[in-house]
């Protein structure tokens, strides 16, 4: 083995080692949670975090749902499909990739006129 190989080696197992010592040392960091507090920690009982959501987020998983059920109901099958092999899958990938490829050519032109 070369030397810079083994250097690499060295260098990783060192690495390892370093990364293992750290978390053996923080252990108590690392398994704070609310059921298992730290002595250090203070808990608020009366602090609730109401539920955020994201409208845009919202916005996008409702479309999945609805491009969801359009599929379905064109194609009477779900993505949980067995029927396609791994070259049929990739094919489809491509294929839709060529079509937003040829959107995007569409849109840029349509924004420089």
Do not use: C
């Amino acid at each position: 083995m070369s030397d810079s190989v083994k250097k690499f080696h060295e260098d990783l197992e060192n690495l390892v080692v370093n990364h293992q010592e750290n978390m053996s040392k923080n252990k108590e960091l690392y398994n704070i949670t609310i059921d298992n507090p730290s002595e250090n920690m203070m808990w608020y009982s009366d602090t609730t975090f109401p539920e955020q959501k994201d409208k845009y987020v919202q916005a996008v998983k409702e479309r999945f749902e609805q491009r969801s059920q359009t599929g379905i109901r064109k194609y009477n099958t779900t993505l949980e499909r067995d029927d396609l092999n791994l070259q049929d899958w990739l094919l489809h990938l491509q294929e839709e990739l060529m079509d937003a490829t040829l959107y995007i050519e569409r849109l840029k032109e349509e924004v420089g006129s």
